[in-house]
């Protein structure tokens, strides 16, 4: 059996108490390896290691930290293939997605914060009474950094790499789901020549380790990627000790398909694959699909049509669309979800239960792409994050009815909206009440624009100069010259 260690000071270390967590193959139900169960006195060790570090690593020159981030970028790549395996094995989602996304993505984020600590321009504002500001941005000293299962290197990766690039020491928890690529990630650190203490990894569960790196007193800030729910006990406990924290949170996104919209072969991949990659899995997944009335049931024939083509499988195989949910709670919960959908009155088009896999899978959390109509916008399963292969219909008449209803929920992360009209595109991105809007795209992503939610998908924003303030305090230097 596979046994995984916490990365502490540069060393792989146990959990004190000697206690694992199953690590569970989703597409085949079965334990793989075992996970340390980590708890505050793991934590605690790993803050005692990041404070020790912090110094020597905030007077480390920027080109030298940049060089450990290129460095573990270089490791992950020529190791690429294993990762996307690890990656693939710990989630349930296909080899091919993880080889093309996850992993990628990982290493993109590793050489972008690498490089952007170089191009950071600093700021400074003369004033006309004869003086000059300028404007530091210090390393906050330790941060804490918790991620989730769906994307789990690559999340990982978008907290840990600004942090470190920024001059900050980690505190770092993957989530207990899939921890598998952030262990994989931790055995190669010294190799890149970041010191003892600088990246800590600690792994186990939210309540034990997640907490503990929150209420630590020394841990500066928190960046958070997940549910609202631990989004909200984290700002709560987070509040009395005033510590920064950046939360990304779920979301219950529109895709808004206007009647003018180009729905060529391309388009329409774009649009059921926001609805269905990852097998729903992904916080920006554009859950709620909003087509204007005149379209509507031409609309839905084709989209149902290349929806029933999508093909549920073996995550190594390189035909499957669709691998396995990711455990067998959340398999439970979406499948949940479906019967309330149907209780409360919707029409399953296409899927609405557990996806059969024959040979080695048999025994695998898989769910067919599921796409219900005839739900108003206010039930429930219009409202709350099913995070599965679940996307409903819904129609609407004109721009102002598809506004309401996009913006008719607690959540505000994004949006994709499909019109060839230049002048609709801008208007409803300026009315959608979320952090990111995509025209005629979906997860076009360049990391160096602002990330992150509104209402409650969260507060405050990841990316490029976004991230690097947030790991930074900004302090003015006001030099009076006289005039
Ligand atoms: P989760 O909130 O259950 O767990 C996320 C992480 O927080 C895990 O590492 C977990 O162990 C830890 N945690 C749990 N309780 C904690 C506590 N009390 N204190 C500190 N840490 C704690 O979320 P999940 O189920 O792993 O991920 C799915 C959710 O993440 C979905 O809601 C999805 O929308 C959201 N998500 C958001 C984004 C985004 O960028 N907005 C991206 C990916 C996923």
Known sequence: MLMLANLIDGQARAPREGRYLDIVDPSIGRTFARCPDSDATDVADAVDAATRAAPGWAATPAETRARCLYRLADLIETR??????????????????????????????LRFFAAAIGQWPGESHAMEQGAINYTLRLPLGVVGCISPWNLPLYLFTWKVAPALAAGNTVVSKPSEITPYTAWLLGTLVAEADFPPGVFNIVHGTGPAVGEAIVMHDTVKA???????????????????????????????????????????????????????????????????????????????????????????????????????????????????????????????????????????????????????????????????????????????????????????????????VWTQDLSRAHRVAARLDVGIVWVNCWMLRDLRTPFGGSKQSGVGREGGVEALRFFTEARNVCISHGQ
């Not at 093309?100 to 984020?109: E, T």
């Not at 455990?327 to 899927?351: W, Y």
């Open 222 to 416: 928190i960046s958070f990627t997940g549910s609202t729910r631990t989004g909200v006990a984290i700002a709560k406990a987070a509040a009395p000790k005033l510590k920064k924290v950046s939360l990304e949170l779920g979301g219950k996104n529109p895709t808004i398909v206007f009647d003018d919209a180009d729905l060529s072969d391309a388009s329409m991949a774009t649009i059921v694959r926001s609805g269905f990659a990852n097998q729903g899995e992904i916080c920006l997944c554009g859950s709620r699909l909003l087509v204007q009335r005149g379209i509507y049931e031409r609309f839905r024939d084709d989209y149902l049509r290349r929806v029933r083509a999508l093909r549920v499988g073996d995550p190594a195989s390189p035909n499957s669309d669709l691998g396995a949910l990711v455990s067998r709670a959340h398999f439970d919960k979406v499948i949940a979800c479906i019967e309330r959908a149907r209780d409360e009155g919707g029409r399953i088009l296409t899927g609405g239960q557990r996806a059969t896999v024959e040979g080695r899978c048999a025994e695998g959390w898989f769910v067919e792409p599921t796409v219900i109509e005839g739900l108003p916008p206010g039930a429930a399963t219009n409202q709350e994050e099913i995070f599965g292969p679940v996307v409903t219909l819904i129609p609407f008449e004109d721009e102002a009815e598809a506004l309401a209803i996009a913006n008719g929920t607690p959540y505000g992360l994004s949006a994709s």
């Open 80 to 109: 690429l293939e294993a990762f996307a395996a690890a990656e693939s094995q710990d989630s349930g989602k296909p080899l091919a997605l993880a080889r093309s996304l996850d992993i990628p993505r990982a290493i993109a984020n």
